[in-house]
C-alpha cells in the first residue's frame, strides 16, 4: 500500500507528515520505505512522551491535562500540528495505548488516528485493536496508511 500512495502523493503534488505516539515512528518509517518517497515526506514527529505533544506538535496542553494523552480530539491536533509544522498537504496523527497496561484508564487497544488537511477539519477514527503490542501498533500503522490512502487515492 505505501507504494501506491507515495505514488498518489507524488501524482498529485501533495505531501505529508506525521506525529506518532505509540506506534513512535512506523508510519513514517513504512512511507519512507518506498525509494522516491523524499518527493512527498516532510517529516515526523515521534511524541511519546505526553508532554512533547504540546511542546512539539501543539497539542492543547489543558486538553492533554484534563483528557490524557489518548483522546480523539488529541489525535486531531498531533495531525494538524505535524502538516502546519513540517509544511505538509496530509498531517496523520496517532495516540494510543498498545499495553499491555491501561493508560490514563484507557484500555490497550484503543487507538485514536487523525487526518488532517488545510481545506477541511480534521477527522479522528477510533480502533479498537486486539493483540500484544505488536499487533497493536502494526495494525494502527496500517490503518494510519489506510485512511490516508482512502483520500489521496480517490
Not at 505516539?21 to 515526523?44: E, H, I, K, M, Q
Not at 488529541?74 to 502546519?84: F, I, P
Request: aromatic share 2%; net charge negative; with cysteine.
Amino acid at each position: 500500500m505505501s507504494t501506491d500512495l507515495v505514488a498518489a502523493l507524488r501524482g498529485r503534488g501533495e505531501t505529508v507528515a506525521t506525529a506518532e505516539s505509540l506506534t513512535a515512528g512506523l508510519v513514517c518509517a513504512a512511507l519512507t520505505d518506498v525509494p522516491g518517497s523524499s518527493a512527498v515526506v516532510r517529516g515526523g514527529l515521534i511524541v511519546y512522551a505526553t508532554d512533547l505533544k504540546a511542546s512539539l506538535a501543539g497539542v492543547d496542553a489543558d486538553l492533554l491535562a484534563q483528557h490524557g494523552a489518548v483522546h480523539p480530539e488529541v489525535a486531531a491536533q498531533l495531525a494538524e500540528g505535524a502538516r502546519l509544522r513540517c509544511g505538509a498537504t496530509w498531517g496523520l496523527g496517532l495516540t494510543g495505548v498498545a499495553g499491555p497496561d491501561p493508560q490514563d484508564g484507557v484500555a490497550p487497544g484503543t487507538v485514536h488516528i487523525g487526518l488532517a488537511h488545510a481545506d477541511r477539519e480534521p477527522s479522528v477514527i477510533t480502533l479498537r485493536c486486539g493483540g500484544d503490542r505488536h499487533a497493536v501498533r502494526a495494525a494502527s500503522r496500517d490503518a494510519a496508511l489506510s485512511v490516508l490512502a482512502r483520500h489521496v487515492m480517490t
